[in-house]
C-alpha cells in the first residue's frame, strides 16, 4: 500500500467515530482531507462541520457541509485531525501545514481527539520533525533567540503566512522527553502564538493505518 492509501484508510477509520446529527470537528492537511471526502459522503447524518483552517472550509463547502463558527457551537464530540508526529502517550507533533493555533483551539473544545495516520507517523521520541512555532510577525528574530537558547535550531518558514497573518518558525535538533514540560515552556516566550506540541491535550483515539490493517490505540 502507498503513504496516501494509508491515510485514507486511517481516514476511512474514523467516520465511524461520527456521532448522528452532531458538529464535528474537522482538522487540516492531506489525511485529514481523506476524512472530509468521507465525511461528505455521509453529511445528511450530521449538522455540520467547524474546520481548522481556511482550506478544510473549503474542501468542506465544496462537498456541500454546513460550516459553523466555532464561537457558535457549545458541543463537539469529536475532532479528526492528522499529525506529523505522535508518541506512545498520544502527544504529538502538529503544523506542518500551518494550521496548528486553529488545531489546538477546536481541538481544546472537542470531546474526543481521534489522530489518524499512517505508520510512519508514530515514533518513540517527538523531535524529528521540526517542531512548527507560529510567532507574531514582529517577535520573530526574538522567539528565534529564545528557541535557540532552549537547544533547538529554528528555521523560519519563508513565504508562509498562516490563517491569522502569522509567522512559522520550524525549529529543528530538539528531543523532546518532556513534552508537556516544553509545550508550557514555549508558550510562555513573548511573541508566541501557539506551538505544535499538542501533549497537554493530546490524542485520545488513535488510529494507525499500516498494510495489515488499521490498529486502535487509545
Ligand atoms: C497541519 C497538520 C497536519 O495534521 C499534519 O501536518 C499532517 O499532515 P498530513 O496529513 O498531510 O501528513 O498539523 O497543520
Request: net charge negative; aromatic share 4%.
Amino acid at each position: 500500500m502507498t503513504q496516501d492509501e494509508l491515510k485514507q484508510a486511517a481516514a476511512e477509520a474514523a467516520l465511524a467515530f461520527v456521532v448522528e446529527d452532531s458538529i464535528v470537528g474537522v482538522g487540516t492537511g492531506s489525511t485529514a482531507n481523506y476524512f472530509i471526502d468521507g465525511l461528505g459522503r455521509m453529511k445528511d447524518r450530521i449538522r455540520g462541520a467547524v474546520a481548522s483552517s481556511d482550506a478544510s472550509a473549503q474542501r468542506l463547502a465544496g462537498h456541500g457541509i454546513a460550516l459553523f463558527d466555532l464561537n457558535d457551537v457549545t458541543e463537539l464530540p469529536v475532532y479528526v485531525d492528522g499529525a506529523d508526529e505522535i508518541d506512545g502517550s498520544l502527544a504529538m507533533i502538529k503544523g506542518g501545514g500551518a494550521a496548528l493555533t486553529r488545531e489546538k483551539i477546536v481541538a481544546a473544545v472537542a470531546g474526543r481527539f481521534v489522530c489518524i495516520c499512517d505508520a510512519s507517523k508514530r515514533v518513540a521520541t517527538l523531535g524529528r520533525f521540526p517542531l512548527p512555532v507560529e510567532v507574531i510577525p514582529m517577535a520573530r528574530a526574538q522567539v528565534a533567540r529564545a528557541l535557540t537558547a532552549l537547544g533547538g535550531r529554528p528555521v523560519w518558514r519563508e513565504g508562509v503566512v498562516t490563517d491569522n497573518g502569522n509567522l512559522i518558525l520550524d525549529v529543528h535538533d530538539l528531543s523532546i522527553t518532556d513534552p508537556v514540560g516544553l509545550e508550557s515552556e514555549i508558550n510562555q516566550i513573548v511573541g508566541v502564538v501557539t506551538n505544535g506540541l499538542f501533549a497537554r491535550r493530546g490524542a485520545d483515539t488513535l488510529l494507525l493505518a499500516a498494510p495489515g490493517g488499521v490498529q486502535r490505540i487509545d
